[in-house]
């Protein structure tokens, strides 16, 4: 049995889960207000959250 199987782990991961989706689009909002080229750091950012979204839809899962 996971350590995590009673969920109360799942508050602490949507913690980090919406500090980092906020700190990536605070990112990306500030490249278009300043113009700035988006660069392979910047890519890298959107594709990992493309990656991780059947972990988060896992987890969300798990909470019910």
Do not use: K
Request: glycine letters at 4%.
């Amino acid at each position: 049995m996971p350590a995590d199987s009673n969920g109360y782990l799942i508050p602490i991961y949507s913690l980090f889960i919406a500090l980092a989706v906020i700190a990536v689009g605070l990112r990306l909002l500030a490249r278009v207000l300043t113009q700035a080229y988006f660069w392979w750091d910047d890519l890298a950012n959107c594709l990992s959250f493309v990656w991780a979204l059947p972990y988060v839809f896992r987890l969300a899962r798990c909470g019910r």
